[in-house]
């Protein structure tokens, strides 16, 4: 029996991942999803869920004096979204760069935006932009137990 590292770990690095309700509607779940299970991070957390508004509100609340923050609420509510908590070291600011820029016209090829995206109202993906907002953003999308405890057999083969 041997004890994991990453329960010996304190704490892990998690980012809250969304898969937008243009992303489900156009069939790009399983690639998205792909992209981080590839690369190396670990899913903790993964549900298709209709938001409410206040929900939405809420995680978008530092733009609410934006123009555009009805149209993004409108937006997010329209369909379900797929809620996701991945797990690493690095894992935000690594999600972020896999993800892309806001505007997918100037994410670089090869990111989930430059790839699958052509508009910033349609920019298919959410990761949150640091590992507080991360740890907010899980709090505010998953119900305490929701997220799975448990360890993959490829962490050796990831991490030295
Ligand atoms: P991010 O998602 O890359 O972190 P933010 O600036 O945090 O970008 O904006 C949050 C979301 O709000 C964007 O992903 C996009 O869906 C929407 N958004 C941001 N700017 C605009 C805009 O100028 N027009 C329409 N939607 C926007
Ligand atoms: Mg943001």
Known sequence: FQLSSSLLRKEVEQT????KPDGVQRGLVGEIISRFEKKG????????FQC?????????KDLKERPFFPN???????????CMAW???GVVASARKLI??????QAEPGTIRGDLAVQTGRNVVHGSDSPD?????????????????????QTPWLIE
């Open 133 to 153: 907002n991360g740890k907010r953003e899980i709090g505010l999308w998953f119900k305490e137990g929701e997220l799975a405890q448990w360890e993959s057999v």
């Open 87 to 89: 797990e690493g070291d």
């Open 100 to 105: 892309g820029a806001t505007n997918p016209l």
């Open 72 to 82: 993004l609420i409108d937006y997010i509510t329209s369909g379900p979204v797929v």
């Open 16 to 19: 809250y991942i969304m898969i």
């Open 52 to 60: 409410p508004k206040d929900l939405a509100q809420e995680h978008y």
């Open 41 to 48: 991070f670990l899913l903790k957390g993964l549900k298709l």
